[in-house]
């Protein structure tokens, strides 16, 4: 692909993630959550775009815009490329919507060229990945598939409009939220174009890199409990202070998940319960969040961490009230056949090895892996790797690079069989 223009698409891809991030709910930052006016808009430029790259398109039940660039022949397997077009509140432009964008942008050049391949091409907008305005997890790729949380309908948003009522505003039935909308006997795999939302590209000079595993994660809230006293007349032998409790937890946390490779711990919200500058805090809450991209690396990591907080308590003569899992998802390792496919489209393009790494954070992709192989390729973040923030930022010279990558892997994609 000698007369691959990076240039011409690093423009443009940059233009539209910037064009697309002006549709925001809010005029002070970019948010994008699911349904909204901005939403509705960011959706219908989405279908354009496709239109423009020679794509079919269509809507499905739960909103996702999602473009059909035909095979060469019929009865061929589907190949589906995708990431998400809601945002996080106050978050970058770059998340998720490149990933759309490159896919996009590859259909448009095999159209340009007149050229279709053995496999149809269905690129997916999501269009609830982040799940900002209704709690919810994977809304989209799920809904997909053919999976409906039970309970959704009813959830309500900050304003008290329903999930269900959102639906019908925006011109979609409720009833038919979680009916599949494509035909999973047909898919020959999924491939997610993203930006790495971390600094490992970054540091290794590497524009590009292809996902090993998704990590799996579980969440937590615990519940400290003490004893509160006033803060200038129990001698500190005698407290029994949950905050202080707590923050021995929070270090224990840390150093064990301090032990390399993909594990890692966070806490990310610390509550005092009726904390008062002069009495001594009697119940804390906090959430505790772990993760690895080897569940059995991260399950030995939550026995080590609870283990060492029971030890704490009983030391300082507090108690953990209760210990509450809120998140609890597999880790996914990525198909073999689509990794080593990325790789050397990697390796073609760049010309040097591609870089392998796990994904931190949690993605489509795994939603798709219930169903069918699945392939994800990183993007290097600039800004010293930050993401979900206003400083998310990517290069043209980058997303130019990862169009090249992916259509050198479309190009040579076999469909092959698919994991059932």
Not at 319 to 327: A, K, Q
Request: proline fraction near 4%; glycine fraction near 12%; charged fraction near 25%.
């Amino acid at each position: 692909m000698n007369d691959f223009d990076r240039a011409r698409h690093g423009a443009q891809l940059i233009a539209r993630a910037q064009a697309l991030g002006r549709h925001s709910d809010s005029p002070a930052h970019y948010t994008r959550t699911f349904l909204t006016p901005a939403h509705q808009a960011a959706a219908k430029q989405l279908a354009e775009w496709m239109l423009e790259a020679g794509m079919e398109v269509r809507r499905d039940p739960v909103g996702n815009v999602i473009g059909r660039y035909e095979a060469s022949g019929p009865g061929a397997r589907t190949l589906l490329i995708g990431s998400h077009f809601d945002s996080v509140r106050n978050g970058g432009k770059y998340d998720g919507v490149l990933g759309i964008l490159v896919g996009i942008a590859c259909a448009a050049e095999l159209n340009a060229r007149g050229e279709r391949l053995p496999v149809a091409i269905e690129v997916v907008g999501f269009s609830d990945e982040e799940g900002a305005r209704f709690q919810t997890s994977f809304l989209a790729s799920k809904s997909l598939v053919g999976r409906r949380e039970a309970d959704v309908l009813e959830r309500r948003d900050a304003d008290g409009v329903s999930f269900a009522d959102a639906m019908r505003a925006a011109g979609l039935d409720p009833e038919r939220l979680g009916e599949a909308s494509v035909d999973l006997a047909s898919l020959a795999g999924y491939v997610e174009v993203h930006i790495e939302q971390g600094p490992v590209l970054l540091d290794a000079g590497a524009p590009l890199g292809v996902v090993t595993t998704i990590a799996g994660g579980a969440r937590h809230r615990v519940t400290v409990r003490g004893e509160a006293g006033h803060a200038g007349t129990v001698p500190m032998p005698r407290r029994r202070d949950a905050l202080a409790a707590a923050c021995e937890m929070v270090l224990a946390l840390e150093k064990r998940c301090s032990a390399g490779g993909s594990l890692v711990g966070t806490v990310g919200i610390l509550q005092v319960r009726d904390g008062t500058g002069n009495v001594i805090p009697g119940e804390v809450e906090f959430t505790c969040d772990i993760r690895a991209g080897e569940d059995d690396v991260r399950l030995a990591a939550e026995r080590d961490v609870f283990a060492a907080f029971e030890a704490i308590a009983a030391r300082r003569g507090v108690s953990l009230s209760r210990v509450e899992l809120t998140r609890n998802v597999r880790a996914v390792p990525c198909s073999p056949r689509l990794r080593e496919g990325l790789a050397a489209s990697v390796a073609r393009v760049l010309g040097s090895p591609a870089k392998e790494l796990a994904s931190g954070a949690g993605h489509d992709a795994m939603v798709l892996a219930d169903v069918t192989e699945v392939g994800m390729l990183f993007v290097r973040c600039g800004a010293g790797g930050v993401s979900h923030n206003p400083a998310e930022t990517v290069t043209a010279e980058d997303a130019a690079l990862a169009t090249q990558a992916l259509l050198d892997f479309l190009r040579s994609f076999s469909s092959g069989s698919v994991r059932r």
